[in-house]
């Protein structure tokens, strides 16, 4: 490998608990960067938030419990495994009525491995999108309500 190719590439491995760790200039012995999967998590739950025809994530039973009780848990309905320099995310989402499923969750993919990949400088190898519900507006139960 050439040499220049060398100072461009990330030397990256998986930290023991769940981050990658990144190690931006080989030369610099001991130096390193973590990043922790909840970070991952977090940036891939903002985007999210940001697709049209997402509604929310879902986190189960347990993080509608959390809501309630006033906490807002960033990474709820993401898993996300590292594995060396590779990044795997799975979301559990609830998409809005009306709204393509397809297109919601294209654009939701593209823009979570874009915006992963250049703020981590990590590999995103894949996104698994769990659609878990669908989102009604509050006026369109009350069109259903009326008609019964």
């Known amino acids: 490998m050439a040499e220049e190719e060398k100072k461009g590439k990330k030397d990256v491995k998986t930290g023991g608990s769940g981050e990658a760790v990144l190690k931006p200039d080989p030369s610099k012995e001991g130096d390193s960067v973590r990043i922790s999967a909840e970070v991952i998590a977090v ?44 990044i795997t995310i799975d979301l ?26 250049k703020t981590t400088g990590l590999t995103v190898e894949a996104i698994n999108i769990n659609v878990q519900g669908i989102n009604v ?8 309500a009326e008609d019964k």
Do not use: F, H, Q, W
């Not at 559990?92 to 990949?117: A, F």
């Open 92 to 117: 559990n989402v609830i998409v809005e009525y009306g709204k393509s499923i397809v297109e919601s969750t294209d654009k939701l993919k593209k823009e979570i491995r874009t915006n992963v990949e």
């Open 137 to 144: 507006p509050e006026e369109e139960k009350k069109e259903e």
């Open 43 to 86: 940036i891939a739950s903002i985007i999210s938030s940001d697709i049209p025809g997402i509604a929310d994530l879902s986190g189960g039973v347990v993080g509608g419990i959390a809501e309630r009780l006033g906490r807002r848990d960033m990474t709820r309905g993401i898993k996300v495994d590292v594995n060396e320099d590779r």
